[in-house]
Each structure stands twice: as structure tokens, then as C-alpha cells.
């Protein structure tokens, strides 16, 4: 399951990025159509300018877009290679702050200084000990009404299945299993579950809010949830809201057949 080292190794030395990420936009049409049909959708009312902070933007697939929604935006991220990467993209962006971190660390944030936190596509390779320490941070970064959003790792929720799994010799897993169900998680960490960001929440004086669970790139699990949280005391906060969304995929679907109808090369 993927460590902090092999996230490190993965996306600072590995990987090639040579779409600056938007390679993994292809199921939605594109970057454009993803973030217009499917991520802002789920997050403009939580984006009401101010000071925001991404986590883990890697190339800025999505920095791109929200840097023109606040007035300061901080990115944070554990490679080196991606913060620079995203120096040279927004170069002519004044209001962005640019951090490396040790992929747990937000001590180079002040206090009380945040308005909305957001990750996507990222942290699912994250296991539960790092979220559980971001969470921690964040109820003394965000500002009283602040507000949460993060894509993370569900794939705990079917920790028994994938015990079971690992108990078959490693040649017919390779064989059977992991087609059927390795492959498509994706390297998603197995330590972490929807249940456990909410009592991480919990236990740091946050409220988790709304968590949509959902399917990615496969049928039938739903290894991934987009949580929303804010301090207890915010005037976000209510009862957590959890909805399960196997249609995930075929949102995506529909996104792309919209955006190919509406683009410059539609056939
Ligand atoms: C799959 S890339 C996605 C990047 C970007 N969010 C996107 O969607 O294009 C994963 C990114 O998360 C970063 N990352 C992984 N674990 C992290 C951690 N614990 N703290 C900070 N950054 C992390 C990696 O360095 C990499 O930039």
C-alpha cells in the first residue's frame, strides 16, 4: 500500500507527467470537462474567494483553475519536481505561495488563515495515518466558517475482501484477482475508509458533512468518497450527509459524450 516514500518515488522521480496530468482527465473529455462538469459543480458554493490551499496539486491540473477563484492561493506538496513544475506553469500569478513538504507537515501555514481547503486526485494515495495528521492541522488553519474538501481513499471499506485476496498464491492472483479487483483500485491506500476521515474530524474538533462515496474506473466498489468538513462551530456545520454514488463513471461518461457535442473538433 502506498507509503509516503513511495508517493515520493512515484511522482518526484517516476512518473514522466507528460500531460501535466491531464492524461488522467481522458474518461471526462479532457481537464476542461472534468473541472467544469464534474468538480465545480460539487464545490462552488464553498469557494467564496478569500485564501485557499491546495493540497498535493502535482503539475496544477486543477490549481489552474481554482487560483482564479481567491485572492491568495497556497499549494502545498510533498515533490519537489511538482512544485516547480507548477512555479513555471503560473509564473505570472503573483498570489501564489509554493510549499515542498515531508507529506505531512502544514506548519508553514499560519493559523486561522484559511477559507477553503481542497485535494482531488491525490490523497487517495494516501493511508490513514497521513490524512488523520492533515485533518489535525487543518481545525487550527481553517478560519471559523472555513470549509473542507478532499478526495480520499475508501478502499478500507473492503479491507476483508482484499485480506481474503492476498491469502491466494501470488501467481493466480496475478493470474485472476488482480484483473478483477487489484487492478481496478488503483493504487488507492487500503488503510483508509469514509468511516475513519469522519472520526478523524471528529476528534480534531471538525465536522465532516457530506461524504459521497464513489466508484472509479471500475463497476462495482466504491473506493474513493469526496468529504466536505468545517469546525464544529462553523456555520457550515450539520449532521454528516453520506451518499453512495456507484453512477460516478458514468457522469464521467456523459460529461465527455457533452463536452465532444459542444467542442471545436465534434464529430
Ligand atoms: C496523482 S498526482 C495528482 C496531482 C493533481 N492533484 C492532479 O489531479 O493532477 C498525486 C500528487 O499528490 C502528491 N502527494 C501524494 N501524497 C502526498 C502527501 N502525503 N502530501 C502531499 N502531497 C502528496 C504527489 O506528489 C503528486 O503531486
Known amino acids: 500500500m502506498p507509503t509516503i516514500e513511495e508517493n515520493q518515488q512515484s511522482w518526484d522521480k517516476s512518473y514522466a507527467w507528460e500531460q501535466q496530468g ?8 479532457g481537464a476542461d470537462a472534468q473541472w467544469f462538469g464534474s468538480i465545480l459543480p ?15 496539486p502535482g503539475f ?16 502545498v506538496d510533498l515533490s519537489e519536481k511538482c512544485i516547480k513544475a ?11 505561495e509554493y510549499h515542498v513538504n515531508d507529506g505531512k507537515s502544514l506548519a508553514m501555514i499560519p493559523d486561522n488563515s484559511i477559507d477553503f481547503v481542497f485535494s482531488f486526485d491525490s490523497l487517495v494515495h494516501a493511508e490513514a495515518d497521513v490524512l488523520a495528521t492533515y ?6 488553519k481553517l478560519k471559523p466558517n472555513g470549509v473542507g474538501f478532499i478526495h480520499h481513499s475508501n478502499l478500507g ?21 488482480n484483473k478483477i479487483l487489484l487492478e481496478p483500485t488503483r493504487w488507492r491506500a487500503g488503510s483508509m475508509t469514509a468511516k475513519l476521515f469522519a472520526d478523524y474530524c471528529d476528534r ?5 458533512i457530506c461524504q ?7 463497476e462495482g466498489l466504491l473506493i474513493d468518497s469526496f468529504s466536505l468538513f468545517t469546525p464544529k462551530n462553523s456555520i457550515w456545520a450539520r449532521e454528516n450527509n453520506i451518499v453512495e454514488n456507484l453512477g460516478f463513471m458514468n457522469e464521467a461518461a456523459a460529461t465527455k459524450q457533452r463536452s465532444h457535442l459542444y467542442s471545436i473538433n465534434s464529430k
Open 204 to 208: 480534531s474538533d471538525l465536522q465532516c
Open 22 to 29: 491531464d492524461e488522467w482527465s481522458s474518461s471526462w473529455g
Open 86 to 96: 507548477c512555479q513555471e506553469r503560473f509564473s505570472t500569478d503573483s498570489h501564489i
Open 135 to 140: 485533518l489535525a492541522q487543518l481545525a487550527t
Open 60 to 75: 496544477g491540473r486543477w490549481t489552474n483553475y481554482l487560483k482564479d477563484t481567491c485572492d491568495r492561493l497556497i499549494v
Open 157 to 177: 471499506q473492503y479491507q476483508p475482501i482484499l485480506s481474503l485476496i492476498e491469502q491466494i498464491p501470488s501467481e493466480m492472483r496475478a493470474e485472476i484477482v
Open 42 to 56: 460539487r464545490i462552488q458554493a464553498l469557494m467564496s474567494g478569500g485564501t485557499m490551499l491546495e493540497i498535493a
Open 212 to 218: 459521497e462515496l464513489v466508484n472509479w474506473e471500475n
